[in-house]
C-alpha cells in the first residue's frame, strides 16, 4: 500500500461528472415564468417538505394567481413585496438534489429596474435557462439578459419556451421562436442553446416527456440538466494566481499569504513574482485547511510561504513566472451600469478587483451598446442598465486578467465614493498573459541598447524636436564658453585659467540660468530659452 498523500495533491476535477454541482440560473423578461418553473421542480424532484407544502396552499389561497391550484412561484418569492405584486425583485437561491445530480438555482428578477440582481445571480452560473413567453416571443429583457449572460462567461443555453399550454402546444410557435433566438444570439459567443418546450404552471416537459408535444423529440427539462456536461473550467491551465485577501503573521516565526487559487495550479519549490511590484521568490510550504501539502489547484483557499523575505500585501497577487497577470494602471473594459444616475466621462469611483482596492476615472466613454440589435452606437452617457465600453485610469497599477481567461481576476465592481453602493459591473478586455522569466526584459537588454535608450530618454531620439533642441542648447553653450575663453587670453591671462573659465561658464551656467527662471517664474509668463540672455 503506497503512502498516503495530502487529500488535495491529486486534485479533483469533477465538472461533468454524475455527482457534479450544477450552478444555474433562471432569466428573461417580467412574468415569463421563471419562479413558477423552479418551484415546479423542486416539487417535482421532491425537494419540498410536508410543512412547505401546508404553507404552499395557505399562500396560494392569499397570494396565488392560480385560483384553487397551487402557485408554485411562492416557493421562491419570499418577500412580501414580491408576494403582493407577483413579481421577483431579490436574487433567490436554492438548493436541491436529485439521484444524479445535486443543484444550486438563482432565481433572477425579469423587471429591468432589478437588472443589477440578475447579474449578480448569473456571475456564478455554468448555465442559463432563459424563459421565452410562447405568446410574446423575445422581448428587450430576453436580449438584454442574454447579452448579459453571454458577458459574464456562461456559455450553455437552455431556452425553455414556456405557456405552451396557451398557445396550444403549437409546434409553429415553438419552431419561430427557436429561429428569433438563434438569430438574435448568432454573436453572443455561446457554445450550445437548446430548446425545451414547456408548461411550468401544469409541470408539462418539466420533469417528464409530455404526451402534448409529441412533435419534441428532445428531454424533459429537468433530466436534461441532470445529463448535461459542463465545460470545464481552464483550471489546469499554465501559470497559476493567487490574490492576496489576508497576511498571516500569528508569532515570530511564521508570515503566510493566504488567499484563493484564482488561476491553475501552484507547487512547492515553483519559482513567483509578487504584482505588481514584480519581486521574485519562489513557494516553500503550502498551508491548506487540512495541513501541510504539496501543491494546490484554482478555487482552493491556502496560505503559502516563501522562501526569500520578500513584501506582500493584501490586494498584491502571487503569480507564476509564465502566463502571469498584466499589470495595468489603464484598463479597457466593458460596464453594465447600475447607478440610478447615468455615468458622464470624468467620473470617480472606487475600483475593487479581486482583493484590491484603487481610485479608478473614467477618461473615455467610448460607445454603449443598443439593446435591440447589439450594435455599438456613440454615446457620451450610460443611463441605468445600460452596456457600454470605457477607458478607466487608476491611481496604482494592478495585476489584470482578461475577463474571458480568468473571472477573479479580469471581473470587477466599481463604488461610488459617497453612497457606498455599487454602480457597475466591470469587465476587463484586451490583456494578455504576461510572460515574466527569469529576468525583466530591460535586466535582458545589453548595455550598450540600455546606454542608448537612456540616452533617447534624456535628449530624445535622433532627427526628433527634443533632439534638435538640445543640440541647439548644447551648441550655443560651447561656442559661448570657447568665446570667453578667447576673451580671457587676449587679456592676459593665462591658458589654464581660460580653460577653467570656460568649463565653469559651460558647466554652471545652466545651471544658474535654470535657478533664476525658477526664481522669477510666474504663472502664465513664458519661460526663457537657454541663452536667450547673456
Known sequence: MGAQRPANDEGQNVEGSARALLR????????????????RILYEAGAVFDDQLGALEADSRK???QGAAPDFALLVDGLVAEREQGITIDVAYRYFSTEARSFIVADTPGHEQYTRNMATGASTADLAIILVDARKGLLPQTRRHSFIV???????????????????YDEAVFRQIEHDYRAMAAGLGFSSIDFIP???????????????????????????????TIAAEAREEAGFALPVQWVNRPDLDFRGYAGMVAQGRLRVGDGVAILPSGR?????????????????????????TFADEVDASR???????????????????????????????????ILKLATATANASVTQLQHRLDVESFAEVPADSLPMNAIGQVTLRLDRPLAVHDYSRNRELGGFILIERLSNQTVAFGFVEGVQPAR?????????????????????????RPGSAQRRAFASGLSWRAGSSLALAGATIALGASGGLAATLAVGDFVLRPLAHRAHKRLWRRPGAGDLQDGAGI
Open 24 to 39: 444555474f440560473i433562471t432569466c428573461g423578461s417580467v412574468d415569463d415564468g421563471k419562479s413558477t418553473l423552479i418551484g
Open 63 to 65: 397570494f396565488g394567481t
Open 150 to 168: 453571454s458577458l459574464v462567461g456562461v456559455r450553455q443555453i437552455v431556452v425553455a419556451v414556456n405557456k405552451m399550454d396557451l398557445v396550444g
Open 198 to 228: 414547456v408548461s411550468a404552471r401544469d409541470g408539462e416537459n418539466v420533469t417528464q416527456a409530455s404526451r402534448l408535444t409529441p412533435w419534441y423529440r428532445g428531454s424533459a427539462l429537468l433530466p436534461f440538466l441532470e445529463a448535461v
Open 280 to 304: 521574485r521568490s519562489s513557494i516553500a510550504r503550502v498551508l491548506a485547511p487540512s495541513g501541510e501539502v504539496s501543491q494546490a489547484s484554482a478555487g482552493q483557499s491556502v496560505t503559502i
Open 315 to 349: 490586494g498584491d497577487v502571487i503569480a507564476s513566472l509564465a502566463d502571469a497577470p498584466s499589470v495595468r494602471q489603464e484598463l479597457q473594459a466593458r460596464l453594465l451600469w447600475t447607478g440610478e444616475a447615468a455615468l458622464r466621462e470624468g467620473a470617480e469611483f
Open 436 to 460: 515574466l522569466g527569469a529576468r525583466t526584459a530591460e535586466q535582458e537588454l545589453s548595455l550598450p541598447l540600455r546606454l542608448r535608450r537612456a540616452m533617447a530618454s534624456g535628449v530624445g
